[in-house]
């Protein structure tokens, strides 16, 4: 795709947006070829057309006199073209693999600077061989009926399969209310409204929201895997009993196993939250786009965090390790106890006596990180415990409670240990958002109502304990 800006060379384009035009490389009479540019300066490109776009709305002003507002909106369409270009390219590139620039006519080109292949470095051929060998190695090993590859996300993977450059969640709910303040924000309301009068958030910004929420969650610091569902539900085969194997004579026959394999499914439920502020708050304040997108975040991942250790698996909830039948438990009595370094030690012992995986990590409630970090011997100094705990990184949210009933006491917790790796998180990429504008109208509020869909499964029950029944001490 090519863009010409011959036509729009006036006044306005001379002084608003042909020096950042120039500043591409292209010259007054020339076209615009993205097609010709390697990644790197794609990508370069479109942020110096973003940053400047920007600048340009941001500058317009109620004293502004109109024909220079018209200039600068005449710059900002021709620069919004530019961006348009680029996109459409990169878009292009992605579905053929990012295999870098292409000559028009489906020639190949020289190459360009910066994209690897010149004098001294790998040729094509060579690339393609090690892009290859690279899908291979990353290949996932999960695929559906027509061998299409599943990605499966481990904790420092991303949902977003390339940079996001749009306005952020929270810039898009303050432009909800207060209306865009530029071109970016106009463009993603008008591509996100839908006829309900919510907001679809466009997957690219769904996935980065996505990718904060992770990073916010302690189950995907425990080692969590996530599976990205592109419908309602997903079959997988989870591992129900450990397979026998036995020494044989010639001629003799194969002893015969139990069943080692079950099927589940990730079923996308739903899960919603909802954020009210004032008006006042909106217009006025310089930082309510991020403190908005940090709300969401923050309390969506405490949430996925609370569901998938301690779901009730009830209603449209899903169930939590915790309460997942199957998984191993240990206890501290009948009526619960001071939390010992040899109940710990039990919990961690406990799968691999079922010969399931090493755990990756313990997660548990603030209150019992504080009664572990003043363990004490009999004479009341620290206690030294054992490189097995200690190693173990120690996960603490309060997505854990400490009101759980253990025979007479009913403010006992519990400590969630395993292989978190085996614990599978189902998310659907899509994200809506509704503006609630009549309901608090008495107090002029608005209320923001975000809504997306997930679900948890253990792909090996045997790999987890619980540790149930600690109290606090007297």
Not at 40 to 64: G, T
Not at 406 to 434: D, H, K, T
Request: hydrophobic share 40%; glycine share 8%.
């Amino acid at each position: 795709m090519s863009l010409s800006i011959s036509e729009t060379e006036n006044l306005a384009l001379r002084k608003h947006a042909l020096p950042t035009v120039r500043a591409l490389g292209v010259k007054d009479a020339e076209e615009y070829e993205p097609h010709r540019l390697s990644w790197k300066l794609l990508n370069e490109h479109a942020n110096v057309v973003m940053k400047r776009s920007r600048q340009l709305v941001d500058s317009l002003s109620d004293d502004m006199q109109e024909s220079e507002v018209r200039s600068i909106n005449v710059a900002v369409d021709t620069l919004t073209s530019i961006w348009d270009a680029i996109n459409a390219e990169r878009e292009t590139r992605a579905k053929l693999g990012e295999r870098g620039p292409r000559a028009s006519g489906g020639n190949p080109m020289r190459p360009a600077p910066g994209d690897g292949s010149c004098m001294g470095q790998e040729d094509d051929g060579e690339r393609e061989e090690r892009e290859a060998e690279e899908r291979f190695a990353a290949r996932s090993g999960w695929a559906d009926k027509r061998g299409t590859e599943i990605r499966v996300l481990m904790p420092k993977d991303k949902f977003a399969t390339e940079p996001y450059r749009g306005p952020s969640m929270g810039e898009c709910l303050r432009a909800m209310i207060t209306g865009p303040r530029n071109e970016f924000e106009k463009r993603a309301l008008s591509e996100g409204s839908d006829s309900a009068g919510g907001f679809t958030v466009p997957t690219p910004l769904a996935m980065q929201f996505i990718d904060k929420l992770r990073a916010k969650s302690v189950l995907i610091r425990a080692g969590a895997t996530t599976i990205p569902m592109d419908s309602q539900t997903l079959s997988i085969a989870r591992l129900a009993t450990d397979p026998t194997f036995a020494w044989r004579a010639e001629n003799a026959e194969i002893a015969a196993s139990d069943p080692t394999f079950e099927r589940v499914q990730l079923e996308a439920k739903s899960v919603a939250g909802i954020v009210r502020v004032s008006r006042e708050l909106l217009e006025d304040s310089v930082n309510i786009a991020a403190a908005l997108e940090n709300a969401f975040t923050k309390g969506m991942a405490l949430e996925f965090d609370r569901a998938g250790l301690y779901g009730s698996g009830n209603d449209d909830e899903p169930i939590g390790v915790a309460l997942t039948s199957g998984i191993n438990e240990v206890s501290m009595g009948d009526n619960g106890g001071v939390l010992t370094a040899d109940k710990m030690i039990d919990a961690i012992f406990e799968p691999l006596l079922d010969n399931a995986e090493t755990a990756t990590a313990m997660i548990y409630n603030p209150r019992t990180g504080r009664d572990y970090a003043k363990l004490k011997d009999g004479e009341g100094n620290p206690l030294s415990l054992p490189k097995i705990i200690e190693s173990m990184p120690h996960l603490m949210t309060t997505s854990v409670p400490i009101n759980e009933t253990q025979g007479s006491s009913n403010a006992a917790s519990s400590i969630i240990l395993g292989y978190w790796p085996e614990l599978l998180i189902g998310l659907r990429s899509s994200l809506r958002i509704e503006v609630l504008k009549e309901r608090y109208a008495e107090y002029h509020q608005y209320a923001f109502v975000a809504h997306m869909r997930g679900d948890f499964q253990l792909a090996h029950k045997a790999s987890f304990c619980r540790l149930k029944g600690i109290k606090t001490p007297a």
